[in-house]
């Protein structure tokens, strides 16, 4: 890991009403490039609603999100989408696998969306389909489900997939919200050290979102939400 910034965040403030009490309102908060951090806070913190803001999909009524030196706040929408596509990989908590493709067509999905990340996946393994394959190997998917529907996979097998799709082409920015809450304890803890390497190997940033504080001692650094948002006291019923 270097010392570069990955994510500056300074004096943000959303709400989701007017006249309504703040839902986050952060000072700062900074993650470097190669971090690997642990975010937690209790169902309804506003966990997935920083997540939002963080990716574009949410506009801060003030303050600055600042990802690889771009100001997501001042960025249009076609340049948010692009920027996404080119950065930023995703595990959604319900993993979003789309049924009526191979396990090798979800994983290479980014890459039809972003050509840099098309770039560095044929640069590393001279397809997109072998690229999906070694990721698929090291997240240690048998060989003889390469070409099945998700939908024949179990739980934690579409969890690695997802994981395999958001690290294709080495996005900077990995974010991972809620992926493991369908696991047991020992899938859990193999699924992540199973992502911490990947993410070693490529410098990738990863903020990794639970409420299972079982899996905070896996991570070199944690953060409490409720503890860097001063909007942590008003109620609200967004997670």
């Not at 963080?54 to 100001?71: F, K, M, V």
């Not at 560095?120 to 698929?136: F, I, T, V």
């Not at 934690?156 to 304890?185: K, M, Y």
Request: charged share 20%; hydrophobic share 40%.
């Amino acid at each position: 890991m270097n010392n570069k910034t990955l994510l500056r965040i300074q004096d943000l403030k959303f709400g989701w009403r007017e006249n309504q009490p703040l839902t986050l309102s952060i000072p700062a908060l900074t993650i470097a490039q190669g971090e690997k951090v642990f975010l937690k806070g209790p169902s309804g913190s506003g966990k997935s609603t920083l997540l939002g803001l963080i990716t574009g999909i949410n506009q801060a009524a003030s303050g600055s999100i600042e990802i690889l030196g771009s100001e997501m706040t001042k960025l249009s929408n076609k340049a948010k989408d692009h920027f996404r596509a080119d950065h930023l990989g995703y595990i959604f908590q319900q993993f979003n696998l789309l049924p009526y493709l191979s396990l090798i067509e979800n994983v290479s999905l980014p890459c039809h969306f972003s050509q840099s990340r098309k770039a560095k996946a044929l640069q590393l393994s001279g397809s997109l389909e072998q690229e999906a394959k070694r990721l698929l190997d090291h997240l240690e998917i048998p060989a003889a489900l390469l070409h099945r529907p998700v939908t024949e996979l179990s739980i934690g097998q579409q969890q690695r997939v997802a994981a395999a799709r958001a690290l294709i082409g080495r996005p900077a920015f990995l974010i991972a919200d809620e992926p493991t809450s369908s696991l047991d304890t020992d899938a859990r803890e193999s699924f992540i050290k199973l992502l911490f390497n990947e993410c070693d190997q490529a410098d990738i940033s990863l903020i990794f979102v639970s409420h299972d504080p079982s899996l905070q001692p896996l991570f070199s650094r944690h953060i409490n939400l409720d503890e860097i948002n001063l909007a942590a006291g008003a109620h609200n019923g967004h997670r």
